[in-house]
């Protein structure tokens, strides 16, 4: 089953940068679509960039545009995002979701345990 693990996160200064990743040992991520999201305390998870398996197209949440961006690491074997220029509102903890079709209506979603970022002076 796939396990998906990430890290990078941490404390950062407002107008700062950092550099998530999201793995899966001993796997391929390429047949996988993968996004990120983010949850911070007393809200509901949210959308914030995802990356398809197909034609690697990405979308982003209208919040991080210009500032974020999804691509893969294909050295690293790893879907990384990079967020720059961060703001207080991108505080909270980030969950890497890997997502594979079984068929065209069916698929499995797949859970990272997140990582937090906080951004603060």
């Known amino acids: 089953q796939l396990q998906l693990v990430e890290s990078g996160g941490g404390l950062v200064q407002p107008g700062g940068s950092l550099r998530l990743s999201c793995a899966a040992p001993g796997f391929s991520l390429d047949t996988y679509g993968i996004g990120w999201f983010r949850q911070a305390p007393g809200k509901e998870r949210e959308g914030v960039s995802c990356i398809s398996s197909s034609s690697g197209s990405t979308n982003y949440a209208d919040s991080v545009k210009g500032r974020y961006t999804l691509f893969r690491d294909n050295a690293k074997n790893s879907v990384d995002l990079q967020m720059n220029n961060l703001k207080a509102e991108d505080t909270g903890t980030y969950y890497c979701?890997?997502?594979?079709?079984?068929?065209?209506?069916?698929?499995?979603?797949?859970w990272g345990q997140g990582t937090l970022v906080t951004v603060s002076s």
């Open positions: 979701n890997g997502r594979i079709y079984v068929n065209p209506t069916n698929w499995d979603d797949y």
